[in-house]
């Protein structure tokens, strides 16, 4: 897959930064914003790499500026590349209007996304043209963050996808299973990936709002999955809520892991049982 070199260019007005695969035709002021901060990706991995430990790979991730719609497109099929679920795979009237309304609702106000399966950070031109130069870093910290996690421990990240899995195919096709043992393997594996999603979202807030307060961003607008839900009207958010608690539960943990030391945080990543006792709710097996 070829790397786009936004780093090292200089576009000119009215062409796209970084080449093929790009496409940013906003205004001048705008344009220079988005420049400058995607051209910052050096400094924000330096950034993460010294609240981590780890090292970031910048040639092994893809910079795409994409339109929304493509932005939700790509992002469905990562997520069908990486759990092996088909993307459009029918579901109950309510509960897909629901998803398809929260997805689309999501989508459009998110900024950037790091999308495991293309090792590819997809920012949104249709967001990007409105935000500031600080929020458009702060959003990039947390973006790069979830690459590194990806580069550092791709078993971790694919035990989540895993999970995601299971959890649908019981969901779908476990007819055969006793209504309580499938309910009670159902909360199981929610449980499981929460907790692990609640380590992996919870490292890159709280990286980001460390990353902010270091370089005294003015970020008014901070476009992570906690923000993006709670941006959507009441009755969606209802079906993000318990997610969303322990997204910010999982920050207020890794905060604490964090302060103790980066070996710490690396124990939890090599072991994924530790971390559905910790940041889980720990339901019996």
Known sequence: MA??????????????????????PLTARSYSTSTQSL????????????????????????VRVVSSPEL?????EDVARRTGIPVGVPQPSETSSLASALVSA?????????????????????????????????TLHYELTRAAQHQRYPE?????????????????HGADVPAEERERRLAVLTDKAQARMALIEGQALELRRMYEIEAGLHSEIRMGPVEVALGLPARLVDIERETIVSYCRGQAIFAKI???????????FKAPHIVDQVFGARRPE
């Open 156 to 172: 971790f990240i694919a035990s989540v996808d895993n999970l995601a899995r299971e959890r649908r195919l019981l969901g779908k």
């Open 72 to 76: 939700q497109r790509r992002s469905r």
């Open 106 to 138: 999501r989508h459009s106000g998110v900024v950037a996304v790091y999308l495991p399966s293309e090792k590819a950070l997809i920012v949104n031109e249709e967001s990007v043209g409105r935000i500031s130069h600080d929020a458009l870093k702060s």
């Open 3 to 24: 790397r786009q070199e936004t780093l090292s260019r200089t576009p000119t007005q009215g062409s796209s930064p970084g080449g093929e695969g790009l496409s940013l």
């Open 258 to 268: 964090h302060a103790i030391g980066a070996h710490e945080v690396d124990r939890l």
């Open 39 to 62: 051209e910052a990706l050096a400094e924000i991995s330096r950034s993460v790499e010294k609240k981590t430990g780890w090292h970031v790979d910048l040639s092994e991730v893809a």
